[in-house]
Every structure is written in structure tokens, then in C-alpha cells.
């Protein structure tokens, strides 16, 4: 009797092994996802594009130009600047200069319409090439 029984038991674990092994996915077909269901959707990655970047690069280039110019506006003191000398106001600009001209020759062509106390050609600070322009600062 206890035989039988044990063998019941073991055809019983063989059935029930059985048939679901078989059986596979289907039955769980069901709970699948459907197509248009958002919780299960792959995941979207944002690409930023072309002129979306270049916009993003120039918005960022103007704010860190707009932050240095109010830093260079915080320092700017025009009355210890050792590169200003007399009033802005009575300096004549000459352009257009010839690159040959010299300073010499810029004092003797306005000596003739009074004294000048300094004559000045601007140059790049960095390369030393004239600009082809000069001040004149008048007594």
C-alpha cells in the first residue's frame, strides 16, 4: 500500500512537470505588453541636432561674454590708466594715414595751425604694425 502510494505521488510530480514544461510561454501571453503601451515602450533618447547645438554653444558664448564684460567694467578706472594722457576731448583723430608716415611728419603738417603738445600713431600692441591712424593732442 505505502509502494503504491509512492508511485502515485512520483506520477503525479510527472504529470504536473510535464505538462508545464510543455506548455512553454503561452500561457503567459496574455500579460504581455501591447504594442502602443507606453510603460513598456523602449526608452527615447534626446539627440540634440545641429542648429539646436550651435544655438546652445552660442547662447553659452554670450553669457560668458556678457559675465567678462561686467568683470572689465568693474575694474575699468580711466583715471589710473597709465596709457591715457590729456583730454579726450581735444585729441584730433586723423585716419587714413599712409603706414610710412612717421610722427615727425604728422607734428610738422599741424604745426601750421598751432602748437602741439604730443602726436601719437597707433599701433597693434602685440605685432608693433602701425594702424593708419594717429592722435594729436593740442597745447
Not at 74 to 102: C, H, M, W
Request: proline residues 7%; aromatic residues 14%.
Amino acid at each position: 500500500m505505502q509502494k503504491k502510494k509512492i508511485i502515485l505521488f512520483w506520477i503525479f510530480i510527472l504529470a504536473f512537470v510535464i505538462f508545464y514544461s510543455f506548455s512553454g510561454m503561452g500561457q503567459f501571453v496574455s500579460r504581455f505588453a501591447e504594442p502602443g503601451d507606453p510603460e513598456y515602450a523602449p526608452p527615447v533618447q534626446e539627440a540634440e541636432t545641429p542648429s539646436q547645438r550651435r544655438a546652445r554653444i552660442h547662447k553659452l558664448r554670450l553669457e560668458k561674454g556678457a559675465e567678462k564684460a561686467a568683470e572689465e567694467l568693474q575694474k575699468y578706472d580711466p583715471n589710473n590708466d597709465p596709457n591715457i594722457s590729456g583730454d579726450p576731448y581735444k585729441t584730433l583723430f586723423v585716419a587714413r594715414l599712409n603706414y610710412e608716415t612717421t610722427e615727425s611728419r604728422i607734428k610738422r603738417e599741424f604745426e601750421s595751425y598751432g602748437p602741439i603738445k604730443r602726436v601719437g600713431i597707433f599701433e597693434y600692441a602685440q605685432a608693433g604694425l602701425v594702424r593708419g591712424c594717429s592722435g594729436v593732442l593740442p597745447f
